[in-house]
């Protein structure tokens, strides 16, 4: 779930608030958004990917509250981790989108599954 | 009377066509309706572009080129297989025709990958970008975009046409809006019955029981028992990297779990054990070293918990799909995804996708497929009916109950208890995997007693609620479809019935908001439809 938005980094550009297909995030009166229903959140780090000052936080735990300190967070490197993967905006030209190989990933182990049945013996041996 | 319209100031729209749900069905269809001439507004609970199950997966669509035709006619006789008797080949065909010739057209929009040899590859195609690239498709056709605006319920003319719906603006104040359209598509999702699938937090069902309180059947809905692997804890239903994992027992000791259409029930059989555990080592170090550009969001999960996955071991869960992987949904009239309620089309996993899937899941390949086509045809037909109708000004009804208006005297009703105790009927292995009739009628006692207490005394208060009415209906209909079908067929197994039954080669409807029921549905005019069953 979303824990943390860095507010040295935010711009209060809004977008997060924008996106979140849960709708956690309101409008603070201070200009960052506020985490106001974080037990919506379904960890999909969709902000994460919209926020182009890679000022957001998601941890992976869907079904329990961590903390998490934005020291640690910071010196991570993991900030804008999933925007920069993804080749989003300033990153278009590093990274590419190569989607296209998963159906050959599928192939592949489909391929691999059927050698190791042709080459196993009758019986699981001490597999269970 | 209901809180909502309490509201002095009402939001009030008139347009042509309305789609319920921005996710890949309804964009499709919006952009289909505005093509064939029609005002569109598109409504989204969420932000469409980010919403649904598609936003944060990598669909690969169901392509076969046209020629040579053989090609085609061995895809679709393997799926006809594959279905066990639920499938049909004109719909198989016309969805690999429709996704063959409009997928491409969304190269303006969307960067379309280009392979190890400089071939474009249309089928596969990155959730966030394509929902992106969807988005901005919609928009260029003039269609208006009614964000974080979830619909609660629809309206009828005085011929029982639906005329539009009403929703909440739920980042302006609450405020209430309401759409006359000449035709609505219901484009809403289907659901995992709040499982952690990746996506599906939003997708509770809506768009079944508002068709159901508008008159529509369900078809399908017994195929709910789909599962997707995740790291534990996790929403991560990635499943590509584990098709070259290696499983544990908590002892350590390698489980015999192979790469295959078994894997999953073999799984989950474990997991009823005990806990699982998972490396991916046996990954082709070239994936390894490009996986975080084919799916960047799996290697998220690892790196943050300090986990290597092709050298530690993992645990890992599974998380259901309900329709969502699964089939069921609004039982679709013709091929233009109409359903028995005049003015109504379903698109996507509102709709039941029996016909292109059979009784096994779709798989991302032909749910993809699926959304795409069933978008454009009903955002088609849909345009179609809105331009020939003559006058629409027309009292309408608002068709909303459970959730919104009580039967009986207003309670508070515990949303998050009620959520709880639906997702313990439909998430569980021993429930919803390895069904028994038993075990099916305990869950409709407890479901029914659910629903009675939301139907009689849950009043317009929170989205929440209509939410859980919506899951509850889901369940309902779900439960009763899996007690009536005494058989294993695909995605539907009995532990009491592990056979096919060739009488139940068919499909299954189901419908009725107090009353359940479930009825055969006879593919000729031969027969007329058999009650099966009535629940309730």
Known sequence: MIELIVAERCTDCGA??????????????DGLPVLARVEDCQTCFMCELYCRADAIYVAPDCDRRVSVSREDVLASGRLGQYRRHSGW??????????????????????????????ERPEGLGGKK | MSKLAAFPELLSITTDV???????????????AAQAGAKVVLADKGYCGTSGVTAAAGPGHWWVPPDPAAARDAAVANRIAA????????????????????????ARYYKFGTDDEGRVNYRAVRGPEYMRALRQQVLSYGVTILDQSPVLELLARCDGSIGGARGQRRQDGSRAYR????????????TSFLSHLLGS????GDGYLMAAEAGAEMSGMEFTAAYTIAPAHST????????????????????????GPDQTVRLARALQRGPVYCTLQRLPDDVKARLHTISPNVPLVFDRWGIDPYRDRFEVTLHNDGTIRGIGGVRVHDVNGATSVPGLFVAGDNASREKVAGAISGGGNVNSAWALSSGVFAGTAAARVARSMKSRSAELTPLGRAGLRPHGRPQDIDVAATRDRVRAEMHPFDKNLFRTGAGLAASSQTLEDLWSEVANHGQAGSI??????????????????????????????????PARDPRLAARLLSGGLDQVWVALDRPSASAQPGQLETTS
């Not at chain 2, 319920?20 to 289909?32: D, I, K």
């Not at chain 2, 937090?201 to 509770?204: A, I, Y």
């Open chain 2, 179 to 190: 759409v006359e359209a000449g035709a609505v598509v219901l484009a809403a999702g289907g």
């Open chain 2, 236 to 259: 991560m239903t990635r499943s590509m990297a584990y098709a070259f994992a290696t499983y544990y027992d908590a002892d350590g000791g390698e489980l015999d779990l192979p790469f």
């Open chain 2, 83 to 106: 279905g066990l008797g639920l499938g049909e080949a004109d719909w198989m065909y016309r969805i690999l025709d429709q996704t063959w010739r409009t997928l491409p057209t969304l």
């Open chain 1, 16 to 29: 997060c608030i924008e996106v979140c297909p849960a709708n956690v995030l309101d409008p603070g009166t």
């Open chain 2, 201 to 204: 937090r939003t997708n509770t």
């Open chain 1, 89 to 118: 905006d300033e990153w278009a030209e590093h990274f590419p989108n190569e989607q296209w190989l998963m159906e050959t990933v599928f192939r592949r182990a489909g391929e691999a599954a059927a050698q190791s049945r042709a």
């Open chain 2, 464 to 497: 929440a609620l209509r939410e859980t009415a919506a899951l509850l209906a889901t369940a309902r209909w779900s439960v009763a479809t899996a007690a009536a079908r005494d058989e294993s067929r695909g995605l539907h197994r009995r532990e009491d019935y």
């Open chain 2, 18 to 32: 309305l789609i319920v749900g921005g996710g890949m069905a309804g964009a499709w269809a919006a952009t289909s």
